[in-house]
């Protein structure tokens, strides 16, 4: 069973930063790509920033120049680096990967959500 699980949200004030994390876990043959989806109340869930397995990136551009999206292969983990945070960040923030498991069809997994708030 796959599981991704992460980690990294809490309060911040505007200006702030933050620095989400993502692991996944289990019976995993390959990560394709990894990414964060963010979603405020009462609004769709929107995707905030991807990476590929080569390390090519993309961003929302509501996120571009603030945020700065990594993964770490070694350690299946992926990273999101939050700057200059504003309160229209703030929102459930969900770690999202392309998966294949040992044995099992390539699928998308998701994790449980973390919250981000930025107020003063």
């Known amino acids: 069973q796959v599981q991704l699980v992460e980690s990294g949200g809490g309060l911040v004030q505007p200006g702030g930063s933050l620095r989400l994390s993502c692991l996944a876990s289990?019976?995993?043959?390959?990560?394709?790509?990894m990414g964060w989806y963010r979603q405020a109340p009462g609004k769709q869930r929107e995707l905030v920033a991807a990476v590929g397995s080569g390390d090519s990136a993309n961003y929302a551009e509501s996120v571009k120049g603030r945020f700065t999206i990594s993964r770490d292969n070694a350690k299946d983990t992926v990273y999101l680096q939050m700057d200059s945070l504003k309160p229209e960040d703030t929102a459930v923030y969900f770690c999202?990967?392309?998966?294949?498991?040992?044995?099992?069809?390539?699928?998308?997994?998701w994790g449980q959500g973390t919250q981000v708030t930025v107020s003063s």
């Open positions: 289990g019976s995993i043959f390959s990560i394709h790509a």
């Open positions: 999202n990967a392309d998966i294949t498991p040992w044995g099992r069809r390539r699928n998308d997994y």
